[in-house]
């Protein structure tokens, strides 16, 4: 079963507008990463964040995590129509296991 | 572009064959992940090595499954006598945790579109 819960399921923007994704779990983890899937494709990462941080930037994106609500948000700042896919949060739940568990994804669409 | 890559990368086929996957992960990577992912779903884990062994598997992963990397290098992942309920795109990653890290990023292969008819 699905670990995490992505809020929303789909969103819809102009370019130039920011995007902000929730993802909700369930359990402790290891730490939560985020990735993105073009439409049919493999997935890409896009960050990393540990259990013991609470912001990260990388670019046009900056993530945080608050494992006292176990939620993490991803916002994309001035959005590109390239930007547009599916986004994926995923939880490594401890540090004796290493598979991640992937929430059901938000659907960005960007028009220009 | 030494990234994950996959074979093949579509496959149709009729219920009842069996059929085999291959990943080739970053070379450098001694961990290597297979994941399932269904349409409008996130992928979801089956199954993982850390160089030949298979450290962990999901009971997602039925007798009908079974995954291997002999020199742990390139994995494959068979499906016998294949059902309906197993089309869907799988996945193949690999990572190669840093020490005293026990999990790290994994990259991904564009994935094995699998049809049973």
């Known amino acids: 079963s699905q670990q995490g819960e992505e809020d929303p399921q789909a969103l819809s923007i102009q370019e130039g507008e920011n995007a902000t994704m929730n993802c909700s779990y369930k359990?402790?983890?290891?730490?939560l990463q985020w990735y993105r899937q073009n439409s049919g494709r493999g997935l890409v990462h896009l960050i990393l964040i540990r259990s013991n941080e609470r912001e990260k930037h990388s670019g046009r994106l900056r993530v945080t995590l608050d494992t006292s609500k176990k939620s993490s948000s991803l916002l994309i700042t001035a959005s590109r129509a390239a930007d547009t896919a599916s986004y994926f949060c995923?939880?490594?739940?401890?540090?004796?296991?290493?598979?991640?568990?992937f929430g059901t994804g938000t659907r960005l669409q960007v028009f220009p | 572009d030494t990234g994950v890559s996959q074979d093949p990368r579509h496959k149709i086929t009729k219920r009842g064959q069996n059929v085999t996957f291959r990943c080739d992960p970053i070379s450098e990577h001694n961990r290597l992940y297979w994941y399932r992912q269904t349409l409008g779903q996130g992928p979801e884990f089956l199954t993982y090595f850390q160089n030949e062994a298979q450290l962990e598997k999901s009971r997602l992963l039925s007798d009908r499954f079974s995954a291997e990397r002999p020199k742990g290098s390139f994995s494959t992942l068979e499906i016998q006598r294949t059902e309906q309920g197993d089309s869907a795109m799988y996945l193949c990653?690999?990572?190669?945790?840093?020490?005293?890290?026990?999990?790290?990023?994994?990259?991904f292969g564009p994935g094995t579109r699998l049809t049973v008819l």
């Open positions: 995923a939880t490594a739940l401890s540090y004796n296991t290493d598979k991640l568990i």
């Open positions: 990653a690999s990572s190669f945790p840093r020490a005293g890290v026990s999990t790290d990023t994994q990259y």
């Open positions: 359990t402790s983890i290891n730490n």
